[in-house]
């Protein structure tokens, strides 16, 4: 069992950076697989970034490439997504997620899919103002 809670959220002018934050409970968190998305009002929710359990492979949509960066520390049981040069298209609530039952190879190919993983954080809002 894994618990997620994310922090770092807020309110940010476009053009602006954040750093949000995903805590993990847990002794096999370098195990996990993790990933972020987010949910948009009336949106369906969205992959963002992923990293694979080693952090050896970094994933994004192509809409975040170049801005946001996926990271994580082992030794402090965190995921990290830097943002920076937000737009107000990237407001959402931004949802931490965890899962262990894929290989390396197969997270290569699967890791944009929400079903995959078994767990997930309560959110964080992020509202970027034009």
């Known amino acids: 069992q894994v618990q997620l809670v994310e922090s770092g959220g807020g309110l940010v002018q476009a053009g602006g950076s954040l750093r949000v934050s995903c805590a993990a409970s847990g002794r096999t968190f370098s195990s996990y697989n993790m990933a972020w998305f987010r949910q948009a009002p009336g949106k369906e929710r969205e992959f963002v970034a992923a990293?694979?359990?080693?952090?050896?492979?970094?994933y994004y949509r192509d809409s975040v490439k170049g801005r946001f960066t996926i990271s994580r520390d082992n030794a402090k049981n965190t995921v990290y997504l830097q943002m920076n040069s937000l737009k107000p298209e990237d407001t959402a609530v931004y949802y931490c997620a965890a899962e262990y039952k894929q290989s390396t190879i197969n997270y290569r190919t699967t890791y944009y899919y929400p079903t995959l993983y078994d767990y997930w954080g309560q959110g964080t809002q992020v509202t970027v103002s034009s």
């Open positions: 990293i694979s359990s080693s952090g050896g492979s970094t």
